[in-house]
Structure formats: C-alpha cells, structure tokens
Antibody
Framework: QLQVQESGPGLVKPSETLSLTCTVS??????????WGWVRQPPGKGLEWIGS???????SYNPSLKSRVTISVDTSKNQFSLKLRSVTAADTAVYYC?????????WGQGTLVTVSS | EIVLTQSPGTLSLSPGERATLSCRAS???????LAWYKQKPGQPPRLIIY???SRATGIPDRFSGSGSGTDFTLTISRLEPEDSAVYYC??????????FGQGTKLEIK
C-alpha cells in the first residue's frame, strides 16, 4: 500500500530556504500515474495547494508562490522535494505531501515548519 | 483563480440528523473536478468525495456528493459522533491553482 512521509527541518530562519522531502513507500513514483503534490496549512487556518510534479519532472505551481517555489523529483530515491525561498513568518505551516489522481487520494501526516529567528 | 466559498461556517447538529454542506465556485468547475475532504484535529485531511459525487475507498454510503457547474453539496445522513470534523471542498480543474474552500466545521451535539 502506497504511503508518503514528509521530512525536513522544523525551524527555518526568516529570509532562508525551507527544504522538505517526501519519501514514497509501498510503490514506485515512476510506476504510477499520480501527480505528487505539496499542500500547506497555517496553524488554525485552511489548506493551500503549493504545487505538484509528475515523475517526468513536469511541474505546476500556485501562482501566488511560483516565484519562490521549486518542486523536484528523484525517482532513484523514490522521493520528491519542496524548496521555498525567502521565507517569512507567513510561511509557518504544517506542510503535507500527497499524491493526486487528480484529487489528493491520501496524505502524509504532515510536518510543522516554523519560520522564526 | 477559482474561489470556493463554503457555507455555513459552522454547523451544529445532533446524532441521527442530516448535514448539508455547500460549496459555491466563482466560476464553473471543469468536468465536476470537485472533491471533499474531512479533517479531524491533529490529523491530515482525508478524501471522502471526488468527481463531485464518487465516494473514496472506505467511505460509508452515508456520505454523498452532488452538484455541477458552480454549486456543489456534501450531504451526510444519519450523523454519528465521529463525523465531527472540518470539511473542505477543493477544485482540481484543468488549470491551476487547485484551490480549497475555507472549510465548514461540523459539530455533533
């Protein structure tokens, strides 16, 4: 059964780059028809789609974040990653990775990233 | 960008009653690419409805989705205490961004 798990630093300083990795287990990133996405949720608030990637490397991003976001895939490690540059306190959130087909079929447990000095 | 507006913001009902949650889009949602998620505190969202009316795996038939175009509804019949959660709609049409509604909090009294 396919599962995903987020990992990365829980604390990032303002103006620095937030980097997270999502590890896929129970199946191959390149062996499925999923798009692999990132969604975030600020504490006590709603959900925001950040972007998605296909195993070929094709990406789509939320225009509101596009200038600061890069999503990449490493099929050899069965992982995909998120980089968000020039973070501020407004980027503090729980970050989820989730495969989509195209609805988000299931989600990782999420990882809280706090932006603070 | 398609804006999704959910109503009501909070719904308080008793076990056994029926809940009706609304999701209205600012423009037509392509091919009913509309999903509903349930999120309990401290947990990730869980997909319950996709394609506006198809139940996800393991979702009981008490949950049903309907609608098309700009107006969509999630109905939960025979409410149970474990249905207490925040419910989000999401559109995933042809063009990003794939937006979410602001959520409806369902309380079971």
């Amino acid at each position: 059964q396919l599962q995903v798990q987020e990992s990365g630093p829980g604390l990032v300083k303002p103006s620095e780059t937030l980097s997270l990795t999502c590890t896929v287990s129970g199946g191959s990133i390149s062996g499925s028809s999923y798009y692999w996405g990132w969604v975030r949720q600020p504490p006590g608030k709603g959900l925001e789609w950040i972007g998605s990637i296909y195993y070929t490397g094709s990406t789509s991003y939320n225009p509101s974040l596009k200038s600061r976001v890069t999503i990449s895939v490493d099929t050899s490690k069965n992982q995909f990653s998120l980089k968000l540059r020039s973070v501020t306190a407004a980027d503090t959130a729980v970050y989820y990775c989730a495969p989509s087909s195209p609805a988000f079929d299931f989600w990782g447990q999420g990882t809280l990233v706090t932006v603070s000095s | 960008e398609i804006v999704l507006t959910q109503s009501p913001g909070t719904l308080s009902l008793s076990p056994g009653e029926r809940a009706t949650l609304s999701c209205r889009a600012s423009q037509s949602v392509s091919s009913s690419y509309l999903a509903w998620y349930k999120q309990k505190p401290g947990q990730p969202p869980r997909l319950i409805i996709y394609g506006a009316s198809s139940r996800a795996t393991g979702i009981p038939d008490r949950f049903s989705g309907s609608g098309s175009g700009t107006d969509f509804t999630l109905t939960i019949s025979r409410l149970e205490p474990e249905d207490s959660a925040v419910y989000y709609c999401q559109q995933y049409g042809y063009s990003p961004p794939y937006t979410f509604g602001q959520g409806t909090k369902l309380e079971i009294k």
